[in-house]
């Protein structure tokens, strides 16, 4: 019996060295792979227009702000704009700076930006932007499209609508829709934008983005920017782990039990 026990507890012990390889190779793996390649750059994200209006709020008034960027590198890229403000001395007020909507930009895609600076009353502020950007491997989550389009001019405004295509296996939360709007001569014109709280796994949500053309005019073209402010899902690696504690826990506890312990 005794010796029993001891084969048992031997054959034990090689199946959790195995085991403990197989996890410790598996999470060496997932890290080399993750590695990014380097990245050769090769022209440089730009602004592709933008324009401000001001904005009040009971004795505070905000300039705002906002514009498109687009990646002309041939890689993928992290863009991140700054915008300086200064008063009608062109003494330095202050500064801003975030990333774009768009986390991730894919070679000529675009991405809105926006905005607000709070001054009182009396002061007149003008802007200067400037972008920082990095070429990167990682990926966009590129899974929300705008489907089944359509656009009206109704009481002064024009109107898009559509539906938001969630193709990923998770559901999609707090979605922002931009619409960037152009004239004639295919000159930028502004952002008009709309969110939705929520779209379900390879589900649709309606949404309509609505355009004062009262004060820019009816536009030539648009164009839309759908963006999530994350999902409800588990990060890659740690769903690889977390599958490979479960099916390891169930080995161990098969093993204890066919050999009686």
Known sequence: MAGQLLR???????????????????SVYCYYVSLPPPVVEEGKPH???HVSHIEESGK????????VVQNDM???ARVNVSVSFYDAESNWLGEQSHGTDLEILKPGQR???KFHWAFSSLEEVTYQLRLLYVGTSD???DVLEPVDLTNQTLDGQFIVSGNIWNRRVFKALNIGVACAYYDAGGNFSGVARTFVRSVDAGGKTAFNVTIDVDV?????????????????????PNYVLFTLLI??????????????W
Do not use: C, D, H
């Not at 826990?249 to 050999?259: E, Q, S, T």
């Open 139 to 141: 990926q966009p989550v």
């Open 60 to 67: 505070v008034r905000f300039l705002v702000v906002e514009g």
């Open 47 to 49: 602004i592709v227009g």
């Open 216 to 236: 820019s005019g009816s536009p030539s073209s648009y164009e839309l920017m759908v963006y999530a402010a994350g999902y409800e899902e588990l990060s890659i």
């Open 74 to 76: 041939s890689v993928n």
């Open 247 to 260: 099916v390891a826990i169930l080995a161990v506890v098969l093993f204890l039990k066919r050999r009686g």
């Open 111 to 113: 991405s809105p930006f």
């Open 8 to 26: 048992n507890r031997k054959t034990f012990s090689v199946f959790i060295v195995v085991l403990a390889v197989l996890v410790a190779s598996i």
